[in-house]
């Protein structure tokens, strides 16, 4: 699953670094995906909603088993 996801952030990642962001996975345990927020995401306080409304509705959409998307810190 882990692959999936991983495959998944690459079709995002170009939209966040468009705006001077990135993701970066950090791991997959139970449905539930960990990600670091890098560069100008990290700071944004839109982040909670560009994860939420943008990278866990585009996760859970292909892959089902994805429970949701949790941001870590560094």
């Known amino acids: 699953m882990k692959e999936k996801v991983a495959a998944v952030l690459e079709e995002i990642r ?10 970066e996975l950090v791991d ?7 990600v670091r927020l890098k560069g100008a995401c990290a700071g944004c306080p839109m ?14 959409d292909r892959i089902p088993e994805v429970v949701r998307v949790e941001a870590v810190s560094m």
Do not use: C, F, W, Y
């Not at 939209?15 to 990135?22: I, K, S």
């Not at 997959?28 to 960990?34: A, L, M, P, Q, R």
């Open 14 to 23: 170009p939209n966040l670094q468009a705006d001077g962001g990135d993701i």
């Open 47 to 60: 982040s909670q909603m560009t994860l939420t409304h943008g990278v866990e509705r585009v996760l859970k």
């Open 28 to 34: 997959v345990v139970d449905g539930v995906v960990k």
